[in-house]
């Protein structure tokens, strides 16, 4: 009996967990989202990178100084992809958006890229942010992606990769 009540509690436990880790992924992408429509796409990478390591199960520290960081440390290589082919498909009410895409420059590169979805007033609507597929693309490769999105209505979308960094 005393072994069942310790289940029972160590399964309530994990239930818990599991729900405070997926209100605390919402709270985040609102952040996310509300970073990114005020043109603060640093700040949001690092809430990502927290939205990512929750749904790893791990813990990540954010940069307290994403913009001195990045100054210090990375050229953003962004110009050095090449996307192609993007198409976006929805089933009844989530979809993807897909494409390729090729590293034109000399050297092996990593990072996150994002996409920016707007409005016919050029407002952002819905942004949502990836890993370079893999390990990263070296020289002259082409690779697929594909960005799981929301259904929703824009007039047109972007691409940006301020963390796209020599691998």
């Known amino acids: 009996m005393r072994m069942k009540g310790l289940l029972l509690v160590a399964a309530a436990s994990l239930l818990l967990t599991a729900c405070s880790t997926e209100g605390r992924i919402e709270e985040l ?27 790893k199960g791990e813990k990540y520290i954010r940069d307290e100084d994403p ?31 897909t494409g ?9 590169l990593d990072g996150y890229f994002s996409v920016y979805f707007f409005d016919d007033d ?5 942004n949502y942010m990836t890993h370079i597929p893999g390990d990263g693309i070296n020289p002259g490769e082409t690779k697929n ?16 990769g301020e963390t796209i960094r020599e691998k």
């Open 122 to 126: 050029g407002n952002i609507v819905k």
């Open 29 to 55: 992408q609102k952040e996310v989202d509300g970073l990114a429509a005020k043109g603060k796409y640093l700040e949001a990478v690092e809430a990502q990178k927290e939205i990512n390591a929750l749904r």
């Open 145 to 160: 992606f594909s960005v799981s999105i929301n259904k929703f209505d824009y007039s047109y979308y972007e691409f940006q």
């Open 67 to 97: 913009e001195k960081t990045a100054e210090l440390h990375y050229k953003s290589n962004f110009e050095y992809i090449e996307i192609t082919n993007t198409t976006v498909n929805y089933n009844s009410i989530t979809g993807d958006l």
């Open 100 to 108: 390729q895409m090729t590293n034109i420059g000399s050297k092996p």
